[in-house]
């Protein structure tokens, strides 16, 4: 059986860190059914995993406290520079 995106996804994720655009890349997806993607995949991980974030940056002013991780911002709320680096995620087991 094949698996699926979502799954193929998080085993990307297990690997390694990864963001958005890289994920879409190698899954040939949209990038914003990625984010879609990882909504879901991060809320039916097993209890023992847990979907890490590190958020988006803004590359001039360094603000990092944007809402929503699991998205990209298309400007910093801070400064208004569209110079945002995407998150990047990956799956942790804990414990």
Not at 29 to 54: N, Q
């Amino acid at each position: 059986m094949e698996s699926t995106t979502r799954e193929r996804i998080a085993a990307d994720l297990r690997d390694g860190a990864a963001t958005a655009s890289d994920l879409s890349a190698r899954h040939g997806t949209a990038r914003s059914t990625v984010y879609d993607h990882l909504r879901h995949v991060s809320r039916s991980l097993p209890d023992d995993e847990r979907l890490l974030v590190s958020p988006p940056t803004c590359r001039d002013c360094g603000f990092d406290g944007f809402d929503d991780r699991i998205n990209h911002p298309s400007n910093c709320p801070e400064c208004r520079s569209e110079s945002v680096d995407e998150p990047a995620f990956r799956i942790d087991r804990s414990g």
